[in-house]
């Protein structure tokens, strides 16, 4: 069972919004950079956001930047993505990672540099 799991996706039109949430159930929590990928049909899957332990520092993809907002509650073991004013190009799997090394300010873009994955919630945007 994954120590992450994803909620939040669905179906939305353009122009509206959703929000993602991940619960992380193993380790501390509290200590982790933890980051939002997404991997649309036919592509690799991509860096979109990145938040560092204290949630002082965040990090987007351009593609998203002023649109969607990365958040964490670290009392509940819980990251955030509000996705704001979606497009069709938002489609994909959305996934939440953590890069567990305690206490890092350095957010990672590479999917490789992260240690524990969700299993997914779809994103589907209807033009």
């Known amino acids: 069972q994954s ?3 994803e909620s939040g996706g669905g179906l939305v ?3 509206g919004s959703l929000r993602l949430a ?3 159930s193993e380790g501390v929590f509290s200590q982790y950079i933890m980051g939002w990928f997404r ?3 036919g592509k690799e899957r991509e860096f979109v956001a990145g938040i560092t332990w204290s949630g002082r520092t965040t ?3 351009d593609a998203v930047k ?3 907002a990365i958040s964490r509650d670290n009392a509940k073991n819980t990251v955030f ?3 704001n004013s979606l497009k069709a190009e938002d489609t994909a799997v959305y996934y939440c990672a953590a890069d567990k090394r305690s206490y890092s300010i350095n957010i990672r873009l590479k999917e490789e540099e992260y240690d524990a994955w ?3 919630t779809q994103v589907t945007v209807s033009s």
């Open 3 to 5: 120590q992450l799991v």
């Open 39 to 41: 991997q649309a049909p």
């Open 118 to 120: 969700g299993q997914g």
């Open 13 to 15: 039109q353009a122009g």
């Open 22 to 24: 991940c619960t992380f």
């Open 66 to 68: 002023g649109r969607f």
């Open 81 to 83: 993505l509000q996705m």
């Open 59 to 61: 990090n987007y993809a």
